[in-house]
């Protein structure tokens, strides 16, 4: 089968490789749509996330979607023939966090396009069957592989635990924040502070439901929004951003006793932290890993048409062009707010 596949930073070649068969309790996925992620964007262009490095020849990928053809035994085979919304991240089962239900942190999780494990840029996967979710009749596959930055949304603005009438900023007006800023204001936020570096994605956010937006390479986004908030500051400060700088912005937007969901991913193992101000405004720190028993709750959503995917997908391209969809989005070209490669 095809697969697109890193060599080397902005290096990424489609290939010949062998085609999977799937083992007991898994599902083969002739795979429809994969979206580009933030996280594939730092593999893409650096071979690394933190000390997660890429070491040799490796498929990127894991938001997808695709059509069950065939499982293995102990799978469910009513899944063939399905459309299904795949959550990536299958988990050991076996230790600690696994039977807390922490599955997300499971230190042996198989996570796929996370080296050294070929992700999904490909014709066809075997995946377990357990986190293949059926998407509704008239869903499009492009929509059902956004169902895992959704998730991801769900599960920050849930740890959040968002009252109605809070106010909230969301640092980094990407997919990942789009969506957050979605999912908060139908958790009940009140106003939404947005930020970002690029005007296009600011516009963006306003027409997903920010009601001010500061340009932060112009302005000190964090002084705008204390500002705003007539130097109160917010209820809950989301970063969503690829950057180091955004963690210290959210604990100075966030008010005294407030909270800060750390979701973006910077691609530094060590980012800047502002303890004293932690410290001294006594917020409640709260990262976030992915996400958590979310798939169902963000796939109603979707099909409910509470929150807007479809209009997120600004590009696609084809297998063959899976190097021209990492550029547009590395370089944040003509507009894109996220790219999908589509089979």
Not at 135 to 152: Q, Y
Request: glycine letters at 10%.
């Amino acid at each position: 089968m095809k697969a697109a596949k890193w060599f080397q930073p902005r290096d990424v070649r489609v290939v010949e490789v062998e085609k999977p068969a799937p083992k007991p309790h898994e599902a083969l996925i002739r795979v429809e749509s994969v979206g580009i992620c933030g996280s594939d964007i730092h593999y893409y262009l650096d071979g690394h996330i933190g000390s997660s490095r890429i070491k040799s020849p490796l498929i990127l990928g894991h938001e997808f979607s695709g059509v069950v053809e065939d499982v293995g035994s102990g799978a469910d085979r009513g899944l063939i023939g399905k459309r299904v919304a795949v959550e990536p991240g299958i988990p050991c089962f076996e230790c600690e966090w696994c039977r807390r239900g922490d599955y997300n942190v499971c230190r042996n999780l198989f996570f796929p396009g996370g080296p050294p494990h070929d992700g999904v840029l490909c014709e066809y996967v075997a995946i377990h069957s357990a986190f293949c979710f059926p998407v509704s009749d008239g869903m499009s596959a492009t929509v059902a592989a956004a169902i895992e930055p959704l998730a991801v949304a769900v599960h920050t603005v849930e740890l959040a635990q968002l009252e109605s009438g809070e106010t909230a900023a969301v640092l980094g007006l990407g997919p990942i924040g789009l969506l957050t800023a979605q999912v908060a204001r139908l958790s009940g936020a009140r106003v939404i502070y947005g930020t970002d570096l690029f005007d296009y994605r600011l516009d963006a956010g306003r027409r997903y439901g920010v009601d001010t937006t500061f340009n932060a390479s112009l302005e000190d986004s964090a002084a705008a929004i204390m500002d705003a908030t007539g130097g109160r500051g917010v209820d809950v400060a989301f970063d969503t951003a690829r950057s180091s700088a955004t963690p210290a912005v959210a604990c100075r937007v966030a008010r005294p006793g407030g909270r800060c969901v750390l979701t973006g991913i910077s691609g530094e193992e060590e980012d800047p932290f502002p303890v004293g101000v932690g410290r001294r405004k006594e917020l409640k720190i709260q990262w976030c890993r992915r996400f958590k028993n979310n798939f169902p709750r963000a796939l109603e959503l979707a099909w409910s048409g509470q929150v807007d995917l479809a209009s997120l997908v600004t590009h696609s391209f084809p297998l063959e062009q899976a190097r021209e969809a990492f550029e547009l989005v590395s370089t944040y070209s003509d507009g894109v707010l996220k790219a999908s490669v589509d089979q």
